[in-house]
C-alpha cells in the first residue's frame, strides 16, 4: 500500500490554462493510468507542476508526489512502493543493487545556507559555518550581526539535502543537539523565514523573497557558481526505477529531457542537465 508521506494533493483540474501549458505533452495524449512518486523534497516544485500539467492534458491519468527525504524515496522505489523515488544524492552502489534501480540525473542543484531577509550577516566564511552548526558561535553578535541567539535548523538523516550539506560545508562535523529538525525544503523555508534568528539550509532551487541565501567565502550559490563548480556546495537531482521505465513512467522520466521539460526545470531554480 502506498504511504502517504507528506502527500501533497496534486490531482487539480485547471480551467482556462493556455495552450502553452500544454506544451510537450503531446505523448501523454493516449495514455491512461497513474504514477506514484516519493522522496525528495527539493525536487517537488518541478514534479508538483509536471503532475498538473499532464493531468489536465490527460484526465485519464493519475500522478500522487509525495516527499519523506531522499532515503525514503530510494527505499520506496525499490520495495515497489512508488514507481518513482526522487533523491537529492545518487543512489549508492548497494542500494542500486539491492533495489535493482535504473537512476536518472535531470538537474543540478546547490544547497544554500539561509537566513532570514533582515538578518544583516549575509556572508560566513566555512569555518564560520561549521562552528554555527557545531554549535561554537552562539549568537549573531558575534558575526557582526544583532544580538540575538542563533536558532540553528537541520534536516533529519533520510535528507540528500542533509547529507549534502553535511558531507561538503561541514566536512562530516557535529550538528548541534541543540538544532531544531525539519523535514522538507518547504519546511525549512518557512521555519527560517519566519524566525528573525534563525539558520538553516535550503535547495537552492527553493530560495526566494521569503529568505536570504548567504555567500560562503565569497561565493554566493547562484546558477552560474553552481554550475562552474565555483560554488562546492551542489548536488544532482535524481529519480531512480525500479527495472527499467516503461510505459507511462518512462514517458514521464523522458519529458524531463526534452526542451520544454528543461524550461520548467529552469523555471523553478534548478540547472537542467544537457
Known amino acids: ?55 489536465v492534458a490527460n484526465p485519464k491519468i493519475t500522478v500522487t508526489v509525495a516527499g519523506g527525504g531522499s532515503g525514503a524515496g530510494i527505499k520506496q522505489v525499490s520495495e515497489g512502493i512508488v514507481e518513482i523515488g526522487n533523491s537529492g544524492r545518487e543512489p549508492k552502489p548497494e542500494e542500486i543493487s539491492a533495489g535493482g534501480l535504473k537512476v536518472f540525473k ?69 550538528i548541534t543537539d541543540k538544532a531544531v529538525f525539519v523535514k522538507s525544503n518547504g519546511a525549512m523555508k518557512t521555519s527560517v523565514a519566519g524566525d528573525s534568528c534563525g539558520i538553516g539550509y535550503v535547495s537552492a532551487g527553493h530560495i526566494d523573497s521569503t529568505v536570504s541565501a548567504v555567500s560562503i567565502d565569497g561565493t554566493e550559490p547562484s546558477k552560474e557558481n553552481i554550475l562552474s563548480g565555483k560554488y562546492g556546495i551542489a548536488r544532482g537531482l535524481y ?22 521539460g528543461k524550461a520548467l526545470i529552469t523555471e523553478k531554480g534548478f540547472i537542467p542537465v544537457q
Request: charged content about 25%; glycine content about 10%; hydrophobic content about 45%.
Open 1 to 55: 500500500m502506498f504511504k502517504k508521506i507528506g502527500v501533497i494533493s496534486v490531482i487539480l483540474l485547471f480551467a482556462g490554462l493556455t495552450a502553452s501549458a500544454y506544451a510537450g505533452l503531446e505523448s501523454f495524449k493516449d495514455e491512461a493510468g497513474s504514477i506514484r512518486i516519493a522522496g525528495g523534497t527539493a525536487h517537488i516544485p518541478v514534479m508538483k507542476d509536471m503532475a498538473e500539467k499532464i493531468m
Open 106 to 174: 535531470w538537474a543540478i542543484d546547490g544547497v544554500a545556507v539561509a537566513v532570514h531577509p533582515e538578518n544583516t550577516v549575509k556572508a560566513l566564511t566555512s569555518a564560520q559555518v561549521k562552528d554555527i552548526f557545531s554549535g561554537k558561535i552562539t549568537n549573531w553578535k558575534d558575526l557582526g550581526g544583532k544580538d540575538c541567539a542563533i536558532n540553528v535548523y537541520t534536516r533529519d538523516i533520510e535528507s540528500g539535502t542533509r547529507e549534502v550539506f553535511w558531507e561538503k560545508a561541514l566536512s562530516k562535523g557535529e
Open 239 to 260: 529519480s531512480s526505477t525500479k527495472g527499467e521505465p516503461k510505459g507511462l513512467v518512462k514517458k514521464f522520466l523522458d519529458y524531463l529531457f526534452t526542451a520544454d
